[in-house]
């Protein structure tokens, strides 16, 4: 059943599970975080979706965005002395994109549908098992090659076998493109081996660049402002 969601474009693809903090400072989306703060918004709940590379919203409208998005459940909330806002989000669930509103609201309002998981027929609790054990070494290898110690840190072991591939792959910096088809697949198992496969990659191009990337604090004002 279609629902409509309060929609904030970014650069960057929200992973469920993953934390997301935002410095909020242009006047649609300071108003945004108002109606999620006072109730005006039921939930406490917003849709980050992934700007197109080369394409803007307000001039493209929805062909700007990709189709799929992750919601971000409102976690903490400042009140900067000028109006801004610093928000600490956290990724929830996921959805499709069918309508954009660009007239409603001061912000962009989407028509959605949630995207659930659809499991892998025949896939034994076994082969799973070493599904995540296979991902969990090839992010543990990417994390070592690519950050000191205290920048990373491995998932709990109760993390759910749907949530596991997006929280692996929050902690790296993988390519837009790749991020987003982690997030659009809806099998389990496929997500799994996906993951796996994209920080092997990125794992042995960082060892033989001899080069890591810069920590993930300096990319925070590039993904997190509006």
Request: aromatic share 6%.
């Amino acid at each position: 059943m279609a629902e409509t969601l309060p929609l904030f474009p970014l650069g960057t693809v929200l992973m469920p599970g993953a934390s997301l903090p935002l410095h909020v400072f242009e006047p649609r989306y300071r108003q945004l975080t108002m109606d999620l703060v006072t109730g005006t918004i039921p939930g406490k709940e917003f849709g980050v979706i992934a700007v197109r590379e080369g394409w803007l919203p307000d001039q493209h409208g929805i062909h700007g965005l990709h189709r799929v998005g992750c919601t971000a459940e409102l976690r903490d909330v400042r009140k900067l002395p000028d109006g801004r806002f610093d928000i600490v989000t956290r990724g929830t669930r996921r959805f499709r994109l069918l309508e954009l509103d660009a007239d409603s609201k001061p912000y962009l309002l989407g028509t959605i549908a949630w995207l659930p998981d659809v499991a892998e027929e025949g896939v034994p609790i076994e082969r799973m098992v070493g599904l995540e054990a296979a991902a969990r070494a090839a992010h543990q290898r990417y994390c070592q090659t690519a950050w000191q110690s205290e920048e990373w840190h491995e998932p709990d072991t109760d993390v759910t076998t749907d949530t596991l591939p997006h929280l692996l792959a929050a902690d790296c910096l993988l390519p837009m493109r790749d991020r987003q088809l982690l997030l659009e697949q809806t099998c389990p198992a496929q997500r799994l081996r996906m993951v796996r496969a994209l920080l092997a990659r990125e794992a042995t191009l960082l060892s033989e660049l001899r080069a890591v990337p810069a920590p993930l604090s300096s990319y925070a004002s590039e993904f997190g402002e509006n």
